[in-house]
């Protein structure tokens, strides 16, 4: 099956720091999810982006299929940031995503 | 619009017993998908199922078991239960080539 590699595994970043995870995978896919999981287990959909560059507040992705690589980018972190932020790729166009093992980020004061 | 609706949020279970976990898909969304997550493994793919039918299916025992209603609301089941299924439960919905959405979990204790 499809693999999907994030990096770094863990960041550990002063408020308002910027930062750059990374998503890698290795086959083409049609679907790609950046999430992230608070503290209570809760999974909150930040980009749906197959391609393409999007921006959302302080958040942004940019995925670049052809290079089966996507970029999430956090400007001027806060601790509400806190948690650990999922790529998730598909191959088709429904519900079966394979995540990958996730950047655990701690923004401190 | 309500959201996806997981219930219950806790069950602590025993050895050997089984469990029914409920999901209630967002209004309107025909799809819906289990993921187990525990520390070692992280999120994995369980089912999916679309109108009443199952569309994929992961890499499980054949006890973990689901079935999605007419109303599009979905249950899963594990049967003879391993102290290894203990986990945190997630059920999404979605339309095709929309977001998933998750629910809050079911945190499953096997003792």
């Known amino acids: 099956g499809i693999q999907v590699e994030q990096s770094p595994p863990d960041l550990i970043l002063q408020e308002g720091a910027n930062s750059t995870l990374r998503c890698n995978f290795s086959?083409?896919?049609?679907?790609l999810q950046w999430f992230h999981q608070n503290p209570w287990g809760q999974l909150i959909n930040l980009f749906y982006?197959?391609?393409g560059t999007k921006q959302n507040g302080r958040l942004s992705a940019t995925t670049v299929a052809t290079e089966r690589y996507s970029l999430l980018y956090i400007s001027s972190s806060q601790t509400t940031d806190s948690g650990v932020y999922f790529c998730a790729v598909s191959t088709d166009s429904w519900g079966k995503f394979q995540f990958g093992a996730g950047t655990q980020v701690v923004v401190t004061p | 619009k309500a959201g996806v609706t997981q219930t219950p949020r806790y069950l602590i279970k025993t050895r050997g017993q089984q469990v029914t976990l409920s999901c209630s898909p967002i209004s309107g969304h025909r799809s819906v998908s289990w993921y187990q997550q525990t520390p070692g493994q992280g999120l994995q793919f369980l089912f999916e199922?679309?109108?009443?039918?199952?569309?994929n299916k992961g890499n499980f025992p054949g006890r973990f078991s689901g079935r999605q209603f007419s109303n599009s609301r979905s249950e899963m089941n594990v049967s003879t239960l391993e102290l290894g299924d203990s986990a945190l439960y997630l059920c999404a919905s979605s339309q095709s080539g929309t977001p998933l959405h998750f629910g809050n979990g079911t945190r499953l204790t096997v003792t």
């Open positions: 982006i197959p391609s």
């Open positions: 199922y679309f109108s009443e039918t199952q569309r």
């Open positions: 086959d083409s896919v049609n679907n």
